[in-house]
T-cell receptor, first 112, second 110 residues
Framework: EAGVTQFPSHSVIEKGQTVTLRCDPI?????LYWYRRVMGKEIKFLLH????????ESGMPNNRFLAERTGGTYSTLKVQPAELEDSGVYFC??????????FGSGTRLTVV | EDQVTQSPEALRLQEGESSSLNCSYT??????LFWYRQDPGKGPEFLFT???AGEEKEKERLKATLTKKESFLHITAPKPEDSATYLC???????????FGIGTKLQVIP
């Protein structure tokens, strides 16, 4: 079984630019989650999709972040425009039932 | 606000030297507690889920226990390959949200 795949693994962008992160969940997993770890802090919840619908987006920092999940398959997280404080590791996780997560390896985003 | 606190933040052990990692939590409506292992450059890897006080689970040299206020991850006779960051997380809200601790970075020296 293929795991959760995230692209790219690393991204370095300038402040003000746009970046799009992608997550391919495990096939058949209806639940998809985005988390973020800022250096020195805990991993924090961003949002939860059930199929293509946003179940909970209470962790999204602000309206510069936009998450989508096309047809209930892969998901994208766009940051526009990026700010320095957006730097961190963005993790995606998926599960067949809520809570039984499998995480991807993460995308390390650096905003300079 | 839900909070998960892990201690110590870093732990250095000699190979074979058993120890315990602590996780205390204040999570409203807690439904369960996860333990994960994270290696550098990788995502968290699931180890255990504990649902009720008194529950214990084991996997190789690891044993996780849960009380009403905290969880422990016991490592018996660790090996260098057990070196990793161990994360504790509380599940609430119908399993839809997970609150993570900052982790304990374990180093096992041969």
């Amino acid at each position: 079984e293929a795991g959760v795949t995230q692209f790219p693994s690393h991204s370095v962008i300038e402040k003000g630019q746009t970046v799009t992160l992608r997550c391919d969940p495990i096939s058949g997993h209806d639940n998809l989650y985005w988390y973020r770890r800022v250096m020195g802090k805990e991993i924090k919840f961003l949002l939860h999709f059930v199929k293509e619908s946003k179940q909970d987006e209470s962790g999204m920092p602000n309206n510069r972040f936009l998450a989508e999940r096309t047809g209930g398959t892969y998901s994208t997280l766009k940051v526009q425009p990026a700010e320095l404080e957006d730097s961190g590791v963005y993790f995606c996780a998926s599960s067949q039932v809520p809570g039984g997560y499998t995480f991807g390896s993460g995308t390390r985003l650096t905003v300079v | 606000e839900d909070q998960v606190t892990q201690s110590p933040e870093a732990l250095r052990l000699q190979e074979g030297e058993s120890s315990s990692l602590n996780c205390s939590y204040t999570v409203s409506g807690l439904r369960g507690l996860f333990w994960y292992r994270q290696d550098p450059g990788k995502g968290p890897e699931f180890l255990f889920t504990l649902y009720s006080a008194g529950e214990e689970k084991e996997k190789e040299r690891l044993k996780a226990t849960l009380t009403k206020k905290e969880s422990f991850l016991h490592i018996t006779a660790p090996k260098p390959e057990d070196s990793a960051t161990y994360l504790c997380a509380g599940i609430s809200g119908g399993y839809q949200k997970v609150t993570f601790g900052i982790g304990t970075k374990l180093q096992v020296i041969p």
